[in-house]
């Protein structure tokens, strides 16, 4: 059962254009939403992060929107640039069972073309 | 600001041979996770620990092992490694919300 999904596995942009990746859950009890980015032999690295309470988070060039009632999240990157290419992960955070649980997405792959 | 440590990075391990993965977290973080990556597979969690003398399961707890007997370390033990077990390994530490932070990994095969 795949709390959180995304379903591309790749992306490729043109250098310069907007990246929108983005990323479904069906547990309602998810309350905070969070994307990483990973380099290749690396860990992933936190980007940025949304509250349920909320509907966007911007941080320079990456903004988070996030649609409650379609339970969809999405990551826009703009302009995007070459440093940009990565896995990016979606991950959505709960308490289930009196503990905090995080739920990561597939991840998808996103190249920037020059 | 070291964060999160993990070793080693790389291992090969033989069908049936143990061993363990070690995690260090110097953030004084209460959560501590072991996670593992599998190619189009995302991120999936073996163990967790909400502190000290707290552990749980995670999705994907068999053949795996954990203790928490500090704040500061979380080790993953293998017993009798399977090729399924080839993975790159993950451990994670935050407070009890908010970001999580990783480690390098570590690549792990299983011949």
């Known amino acids: 059962d795949q709390q959180v999904k995304q379903n591309s596995p790749s992306l490729s942009v043109q250098e310069g254009r907007i990246s929108i990746l983005n990323c479904d859950y069906t547990?309602?009890?998810?309350?905070?939403f969070l994307w990483y980015k990973k380099y290749p032999a690396e860990g992933p690295t936190f980007l940025i992060s949304?509250?349920?309470?909320?509907d966007k988070n911007e941080d320079g060039r990456f903004t988070v929107f996030l649609n409650k009632s379609a339970k969809h999240l999405s990551l826009h990157i703009v302009p995007s640039q070459p440093g940009d290419s990565a896995v990016y992960f979606c991950?959505?955070?709960?308490?289930?069972?009196?503990?905090?649980?995080?739920?990561f997405g597939q991840g998808t792959r996103l190249t920037i073309n020059p | 600001n070291a964060g999160v440590t993990q070793t080693p990075k790389f291992r090969i391990l033989k069908i049936g041979q143990s061993m363990t993965l070690q995690c260090a977290q110097d953030?004084?973080?209460?959560?501590m996770y072991w996670y593992r990556q599998d190619p189009g597979m995302g991120l999936k969690l073996i163990y967790y620990?909400?502190?000290?003398?707290?552990?749980d399961k995670g999705e994907v707890p068999n053949g795996y092992n954990v203790s928490r007997s500090t704040t500061e370390d979380f080790p993953l033990r293998l017993e009798l490694a399977a090729p399924s077990q080839t993975s790159v390994y993950f451990c994670?530490?935050?407070?009890?919300?908010?970001?999580?932070?990783f480690g390098e990994g570590s690549r792990l095969t299983v011949l």
């Open positions: 620990s909400v502190g000290a003398g707290i552990t």
């Open positions: 547990n309602s009890m998810f309350d905070y």
């Open positions: 953030m004084n973080h209460n959560y």
């Open positions: 949304i509250s349920s309470i909320k």
């Open positions: 991950a959505a955070s709960g308490v289930h069972q009196g503990a905090q649980k995080l739920v």
């Open positions: 994670a530490s935050r407070i009890v919300t908010g970001e999580l932070f």
